[in-house]
Every structure is written in structure tokens, then in C-alpha cells.
């Protein structure tokens, strides 16, 4: 069984940029496309970004293009989630998750396993 661990979150003012970290163990990473989802309070839990097994395609929801890129490294069995110029709005609790097989990449049902989540604050 994959375990997903997050980690970079953290308080940042408008403007600035994060980059967040999911390291995967247990399944084989590489062959998994990863996404990443974020939860704002009192919210429905929203896609952010994913990316395919292979590194392409990605896809992004709208309100990050531009200014969000995710990435993988096999070798690191990381994804990563870089996130420039923030802004409040993107304050959540921010997740990855993990997928095999045929994935839509904005669907959470679609990936099965999941990490524990990490806080981004955002100010204004």
C-alpha cells in the first residue's frame, strides 16, 4: 500500500511563493499519476493540479494556471507543487493523492490513496 506524506505548507503573504512536497512509498510510484487537491474551511474539497504517470499530460484548474506547476521526480519518488504568486484565496489545507490505471485527473474518486494534507495561509 502507497503512503503519501506532504510537507511545505506554511504562512505566507500575498505575492510570495511555496513549493510543496508529496513523498510516496509502498507502490511503485512511477507508475502512478499523482494530483494534488485543496480544502478551504467550510468548502468542498476542489482539484488543483495533476500530473500522468509518464510527466505529460498536466492539467490545472483554472484559478492556478499560470501560476501553479507541478512536477514529478521518479528518482525521488516526490511530487512537488510549486506555487507562485499567491494569493488568499489559495489558503487550504493542500493534498496529494495517487492514482493507477485510467485516471481523470480532476475527479478524487479517481485516485485511491491519499496523504494526511498540509496547511497553506495566504495573507493579505
Known amino acids: 500500500q502507497m503512503q503519501l506524506v506532504e510537507s511545505g505548507g506554511g504562512l505566507v503573504q500575498a505575492g510570495d511563493s511555496l513549493r510543496l512536497s508529496c513523498a510516496a512509498s509502498?507502490?511503485?510510484?512511477?507508475?502512478?499519476?499523482m494530483g494534488w487537491f485543496r480544502q478551504a474551511p467550510g468548502k468542498e474539497r476542489e482539484f488543483v493540479a495533476a500530473?500522468?504517470?509518464?510527466?505529460?499530460?498536466?492539467v490545472y484548474t483554472d484559478p492556478v494556471k499560470g501560476r501553479f506547476t507541478i512536477s514529478r521526480d521518479d528518482a525521488k519518488n516526490t511530487v512537488y507543487l510549486q506555487m507562485n504568486s499567491l494569493k488568499p484565496e489559495d489558503t487550504a489545507v493542500y493534498y496529494c493523492?495517487?492514482?493507477?490505471?485510467?485516471?481523470?485527473?480532476?475527479?478524487?474518486?479517481?485516485?485511491?490513496?491519499w496523504g494526511q494534507g498540509t496547511q497553506v495561509t495566504v495573507s493579505s
Open positions: 493523492a495517487a492514482g493507477a490505471g485510467g485516471v481523470i485527473y480532476s475527479r478524487a474518486s479517481s485516485y485511491d490513496v
Open positions: 509502498g507502490r511503485t510510484f512511477s507508475s502512478s499519476a
Open positions: 500530473i500522468n504517470w509518464s510527466g505529460a499530460p498536466t
